[in-house]
Structures are given as structure tokens and as C-alpha cells.
């Protein structure tokens, strides 16, 4: 089966950040500053990107803004005629440098939120004084004219601001916001205890999102994303393994999804040693789990099966050992009654500690 073209690139420019947020999807064995690739290698690969049929690019991290050359990489995005994103916590770019990037032809923000307090935003980033520059990026972004999305990354300890989260998005002038409760793969995975919301919590916040839709509709458009540990049929991750997105890592690694590289059984290709065409046309990593020939039952008899393909295949591997398993998130998995015992187990008994996301914690040292 020859796949249709990816309908966009996620360019994970860096793995350096300010933030230390302990759900963060990078993986644990984050990439050094030396290890990233060049500025030319960028534009390489950007360019390889459009002319693979991709039609945006979001630059993200880490903090893509840790980039000096982020004007560049924005420039030649626009010029090989690719729609592009920034997602960003804000933290780092003063409005003087976002005209510039709207200057070279940057389309869209999306600005992260970690709570709608200092005290809390900040304890759960891990820096302080990060949520008050992230309200003046907010209004720099609007005043520079760029169209913004609030994220809000849920859980355990901030879903009570959930209200005041929506009110927010309003308030700095957001037309989309996502309400996306933590997934669990890297640094996640790691926090589970001290991240996962009960079921009451999230019965009550899926209210909150319905009724609050509906009050808003025209004003703010809302995504939810339920947490998987809770549901009953797996979501179609990424819109399927290696169907409609890819991604490259700091150092060049092309992935199928931003948290591909959990699954360690998997050997990824590289940008820098083979065209982009090639890895997404015949990579190893991308064809392994790309259409339907490699499931398992019962998905292969399922009828959802090019509905959902099969699910997260970074949550089979984190909770089974074997990424081609069935995704523990489909009630018909014969580990989803376990995952759900180990969700109600850590919403009731997790405590409040982080392992923050920093390079001390993971699995390398920095070299900057």
C-alpha cells in the first residue's frame, strides 16, 4: 500500500525549555543542544517536507523559540508555501521578536497554560514567574494581529480551575482552545501517580466542556481530549500510525508520532542520512504499524478497525511491553480492566510530587 502524502510536520526544533512541565511528551532521553540539527539541515528538511504534499508545519520543542533561527525556519516554511504554526509557552519571545516572526511569515500561536494562577501554573512548570509572561505573550500575540489557541494540558492538580481555564481562553482573546488531559507516555508515564484524575473529575469536567460549548458557541472553539485510561474505545491516535503526520526530532529522527520514540523495540531513521520521501514511504518504523495488516485480534475482526487503526501504539507498548498489542484503552483488550484498576488506584493514592522534566532528570546531561 503506497500511503497518501503527511498533511503536516511537526519540527521539534529543540529539547531545551525553560519549563520543567513533569507531563511533557518529549522523551526521557532528551537530546543535547550539540545534537541538534543545523540551520541548513532545517530548511533541508522543511523543504522536503512540501515537496512531500505537507501542508503546515509546527515548530515546537522543547521551546522552539530557544532557536535563534526560528525567523529563518519560519521564513522557509513560507516560502515552500507551508502553513505555520508556533507552539509555544511564551516565556522566551518578547513582542519585538513575534513581529519578526509574523514578519517572516508566521500564521498561528498556540500558547501553553498550565493553570490560571501564578502560584499553581508556576509550581506545575517548574518556573517561576512563567504564568505572568505567558498573559503578556497572550497579548502581545493579539496585538501583533496572529490568530491564537490556549492549551490547557488537565489533571489531578488543576482540573478544579477547569471554569476558570475556559474564562481565560476568553479573556486573552483565544478563538480555539484545547483541554487536553494528560496522556501517559515519558515524562507522563512517569508522573502518573501524581497526575491521573478520578472518575468523578472527569464525569464533572466532561459536563463542564458540554455545557460550556454550548454557551460559548461562536466565541471560542473547544477540543477535549478525555484521558485514555478512562475510556472504552481507543482514539485514533495521531489519525493513525504513520496515515497523516510525521515528525522530526531536534536531531533529525523521523517519527510517526511526537512520542514514537517511547516504544524502544523501534530503529528510526534519520533526515540527516536518507530523504524524507524514503522514511515515509518504506522506514521501517513507519510501516510497522501503518494500515491494518499488523493487528492482532480482536481488532483485525473489529469494525472500528480504519476508524480508530488500532489505537495508541506508544500506551500498548508502555503497558504491555509489546507496541503491536491491542490498545489497553479498547474495552475488548484483556488489559483494560487493569488499566483501569491502576487509574482509580493512582487518582485515590498518587501523592502531589513531581520528577520535573529537565535535563538533570533524564537519562543524558546537558552539554550547554
Not at 543542544?33 to 522543511?46: L, N, Q, R, S, V
Request: hydrophobic share 40%.
Amino acid at each position: 500500500m503506497i500511503p497518501d502524502p503527511p498533511f503536516a510536520l511537526l519540527a521539534e526544533l529543540t529539547h531545551r525549555c525553560p519549563l520543567q512541565c513533569p507531563y511533557c511528551s518529549n522523551p526521557l532521553d532528551l537530546e543535547r543542544a550539540a545534537k541538534e540539527m543545523t540551520t541548513e539541515e532545517w530548511c533541508g528538511a522543511i523543504r522536503q517536507a512540501a515537496a512531500l504534499g505537507c501542508m503546515q508545519v509546527h515548530f515546537s520543542g522543547g521551546e522552539p523559540t530557544a532557536r535563534p533561527d526560528l525567523e529563518l525556519l519560519v521564513s522557509e516554511a513560507a516560502a515552500a508555501g507551508l502553513y505555520t504554526n508556533l507552539i509555544t509557552s511564551g516565556v522566551l519571545c518578547d513582542r519585538a521578536r513575534l513581529k519578526r516572526l509574523a514578519a517572516a511569515g508566521l500564521e498561528h500561536v498556540q500558547l501553553s497554560f498550565q493553570g490560571t494562577t501564578a502560584s499553581l501554573a508556576d509550581r506545575i512548570g517548574g518556573h517561576a514567574g512563567g504564568h505572568e509572561k505567558k498573559l503578556a505573550f497572550a497579548q502581545d500575540v493579539r496585538d501583533t494581529g496572529l490568530p491564537l489557541t490556549a492549551n490547557f494540558v488537565v489533571h489531578r492538580q488543576n482540573v478544579h480551575q477547569l471554569d476558570d481555564m475556559i474564562g481565560l481562553a476568553v479573556l486573552i482573546g483565544a478563538e480555539r482552545m484545547e483541554i487536553a488531559n494528560v496522556q501517559y507516555y515519558g515524562w507522563a508515564l512517569k508522573n502518573r501517580a501524581a497526575l491521573m484524575p478520578s472518575r468523578a473529575q472527569l464525569d464533572r469536567m466532561t459536563g463542564q466542556v458540554a455545557a460550556t460549548r454550548e454557551r460559548l458557541k461562536g466565541i471560542v472553539t473547544i477540543y477535549f481530549v478525555v484521558p485514555d485510561y478512562y475510556a472504552r474505545r481507543p482514539k485514533a491516535c495521531m489519525g493513525g500510525w504513520g496515515r497523516r503526520f510525521l515528525n522530526i526530532s531536534p536531531s533529525g529522527k523521523v517519527l510517526p508520532c511526537h512520542a514514537a520514540e517511547s516504544i524502544t523495540s523501534l530503529t528510526f531513521d534519520t533526515v540527516r542520512e536518507k530523504p524524507l520521501a524514503d522514511i515515509w514511504l518504506r522506514g521501517s518504523a513507519f510501516q510497522a504499524f501503518r494500515g491494518t495488516g499488523w493487528m492482532p485480534e480482536p481488532c483485525r475482526s473489529c469494525d472500528r478497525k480504519e476508524i480508530d487503526w488500532g489505537g495508541c501504539r506508544c500506551q500498548a507498548f508502555a503497558i504491555t511491553g509489546d507496541a503491536a498489542q491491542t490498545d489497553p484503552a479498547c474495552a475488548l483488550s484483556d488489559d483494560h480492566e487493569s488499566l483501569v484498576l491502576t487509574a482509580l488506584e493512582d487518582a485515590s493514592t498518587g501523592g502531589d510530587d513531581f520528577v520535573y522534566r529537565n535535563f538533570r532528570t533524564a537519562k543524558v546531561l546537558p552539554e550547554f
